[in-house]
């Protein structure tokens, strides 16, 4: 056993005790955007319906917006309109298409450098809108991430975790995150009843890390 184990256990119980009904309506939103991209033929043109999972109430319902610097409009029209930042979307489309989704894809992922896209765009103005960056990853991929859009949360979690390089790159702090949690749940022997949850709630637990660590160290 792990130090974190007990940590781990009481966020998996805390996951359980969550408002079933935005829980439900969070996987739903994602299965959504899962159908659509299946449903997506490859081509630039058929990607507007990426536009209803940037922003607003269908991205909420996964991931709230928490604290997230940048300009919505910017990134909006990055995501939409520019053709170098759309051929990265193509390029993150296909590799959930191709899968397999698990850790494998980690390097593929980060070497597509969706973010560097974004935030050096010679056309972006304001802030780079890093919160808004990494909901969109993590919904992508979320098989193999985590609901935790904020870098400094997630670097937070990983210390937590013993994953002892935080500097590493978003993508794989975020399957070392969620590696942690999963070869935890096995050690737990909660991996079973982790297997009949959905996408959504099993990446969730990584979400209360923070709020379990809390609570045990108080005891």
Known sequence: MEPYDRIVELAFQKMKQRDQINDDEAHETLQQLYKHIEDWDGAARGLSFVGDYLVGAHMNKII??????????????????????????????QLRKAGPLDERLTNRIKDVEFERAINLHPSLHGNAPDQYIHRFLCCLFMEIMTPVASQSALKKIAKILNVRDASISFVNLQVRVRGQVEDSLKRLHLDQEASNLDVFRRAVIAHHILEAHKELSVK
Not at 76 to 86: A, D, G, H
């Open 64 to 93: 709230a917006r928490g604290s997230a610097t940048g300009s919505t409009e910017e990134f909006i029209r990055l995501m939409t309109k520019e053709p170098f930042v759309q051929k990265k979307i193509i390029k993150l489309m």
